[in-house]
């Protein structure tokens, strides 16, 4: 049984933290694509983490984790958080780790890049988290990129490097007048942090296949929402790989597998992180109200998000993107302080109004149209079950439901593991 887990929203839908819950019923949690521009928080009974690339099934001691071939991987980054996670009591061996041996290594010159292009870009900046992701991904599509496979051949890897470093200075040096980048650093980049990693690398998709024949549940961990999808989100505002559910099984690495159950992971409310148009943004005091209330700042980067209320168009939009057969509602406790609640419910466009999520450029012309709904004003984070939750809850839910033209399963009410309801 393959499920998918993925956002709905701009990300930061809270993908992590349902991943921990929902882990309990898998044997495989696998994260399909981006890099360590994820920030997934997770708080159990362990501890508190954030996860940038490790599944987060890795708090799991009886899941095996998997890095896709669709990730790019920074092998000092994930050599640091796999020390951070052990040194909290986390056991991570090659047991319960395996690495996409056609996963690709994200480079300290693509983190150069990154931040040479951000600077050079000053206030016209996409918002880039300054980790290499975007320049690593085209040199995936350029074929000039490393894979973790090739650490298994150190001798035929350092014959490549050579020609690699002649041509990515071709960029840094004539292009952005940066320093040149050297063999030398670069081998020693791969000995440090790509020796020791060594155990971890396999062809997953063996892997998968045989546990998927003997009827294990595996799981596919996105990183983002539908709307930073480089194909179907607020491009060029995206990320740079595919977050969409449909592209689970083949970053994962079994294109022969399809997905039998898409889970959404939506907002309550929304919120969005870095550049880019959101039409149902707030501004001022109302914003500052929600950020607050909502805790609303990057897990990566620990910059404040830009928030707004329940977006319709955008969230039904995204429901289609995930083909999301079941909705986790999150954050839904941080609604509490409120008498009235608003939903946009849809944008307006020279006088018109759209109900379908628009191309990225028009997208800059649209005004929010904001419906006001019943609020509950009193703490609903201790509620367990659907009896517990005030009249005016249940019906934001089902109204969102309709909206949405979605089901709504779980709905969050807390960041701790056990702070969820079922809504059977
Ligand atoms: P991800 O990138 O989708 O995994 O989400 P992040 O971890 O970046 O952001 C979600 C934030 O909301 C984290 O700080 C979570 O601890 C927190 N969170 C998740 N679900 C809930 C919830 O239902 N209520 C509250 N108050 N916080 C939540
Ligand atoms: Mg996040």
New binding site residues.
Partial sequence: MLTSIC?INW?????????DLLSSDFDIVCRYQGGNN??????NEKG?F??NLLP?GILREDVVNVMGNGMVIDIKHLSGEMEKLRSQGIKITPENLKISDKAVITMPYNVLQDCLEEDRLAGKKFGSTRRGIAPVYADKFMKKAFRMGELLNFDRLCKRIDDIVEWKNLSVVNGYNAAPVTTQEIVDYFKTYGEPLKDYICDVGVYLNEQNKAGKKIMFE????ALRDIDFGIYPYTSSSSTIAAYAPIGAGVPNLQIDNSIG?M??YS?CVGEGPFTCEYFGEKAEKLRE????????TGRPRRVGPFDVPASRYGIRCQGANEIAL?????LSGYEELEVCVAYELNGKELTEFPFTDVLDDCKPVFKTVKGWNCDI?KCRKKEDLPQEALDYIAYIEKACDCYIKY??????RE??IVME
């Fill in positions: 956002g990300g930061d839908e809270g993908k992590g933290r349902m991943v994820a920030g997934h928080t997770v708080i508190k954030i996860l987060s996105a990183q983002l929402g992971i907002r309550a919120s209330a909502g805790g609303e700042y990057g897990a990566a999150t954050k839904l406790d941080v984070s709905v969050s009410v807390g960041a701790e702070a969820y």
